[in-house]
Every structure is written in structure tokens, then in C-alpha cells.
Nanobody, 121 residues
Framework: QVQLVESGGGSVQAGGSLRLSCEAS????????MGWFRQAPGKEREGVAN???????IYQDSVKGRFTISRDNAKNTLDLQMNSLKVEDTAMYYC???????????????WGQGTQVTVSS
């Protein structure tokens, strides 16, 4: 069965860094658009960054220049390097997969359980 397992969340002070990882299994990973999403308490879930099957990143404006998404199609892994973290980055972060090559707009098929990121001032 499909599994997406996130890790790497935690607590950090503003200005610090964290690296999130997602291990995928149960589907042809290399053919999927992958993404990181987040949801803060009381807010809607929002996209953070997507990456096409061939490794091209797409970022939400608020994280450009601070976050880097990457994938390893040989290891079925997805990473999100988060630098210069801000208090407003505090949220549950989710890994997701969509059965398209180039991350065209649309719903994601599979979701992980999430990992919490907390940034304090």
C-alpha cells in the first residue's frame, strides 16, 4: 500500500534551520509530482513547495529563498531544507504525491501523517 512517512520536524528558534524528509513507498515514485504542504492551527492547508518528477522546484512566494525542496528518485525520498525560519512558519508539515509529471494544478492523491514544526521568537 502507499505510504508517505515524514520525519525531521521539531522546535527551533527564529532564524534557525530544519530539514524535513519524506520516505515514499507503494507507488512509482519517479513518475509523481511531489509536494510539501503545511497547516497552522485555525488556518487552511497551504502549499509550500512542489517538485516535478524530473526535479524542477516550484515555491510558494513566502518561502522563496529560504526553503529548498529536493528529491531522490533512486531512494524514493523527498526533502525540504528550511532556513531562516520565522514564527509564521510554525505548522504541521505534510508530504504529498500526485500522479502527474509536471505538477499541474490539481488535487494530490496521497498524503503523509505530518510532522510538526514549531518556530519560537
Amino acid at each position: 500500500q502507499v505510504q508517505l512517512v515524514e520525519s525531521g520536524g521539531g522546535s527551533v528558534q527564529a532564524g534557525g534551520s530544519l530539514r524535513l524528509s519524506c520516505e515514499a513507498s507503494g507507488f512509482t515514485y519517479s513518475r509523481y509530482c511531489m509536494g510539501w504542504f503545511r497547516q497552522a492551527p485555525g488556518k487552511e492547508r497551504e502549499g509550500v513547495a512542489n517538485i516535478t518528477s524530473d526535479g524542477r522546484p516550484i515555491y510558494q512566494d513566502s518561502v522563496k529563498g529560504r526553503f529548498t525542496i529536493s528529491r531522490d528518485n533512486a531512494k524514493n525520498t523527498l526533502d525540504l531544507q528550511m532556513n531562516s525560519l520565522k514564527v509564521e512558519d510554525t505548522a504541521m508539515y505534510y508530504c504529498a504525491a500526485r500522479a502527474v509529471w509536471f505538477c499541474a494544478p490539481g488535487p494530490f492523491n496521497y498524503w503523509g501523517q505530518g510532522t510538526q514544526v514549531t518556530v519560537s521568537s
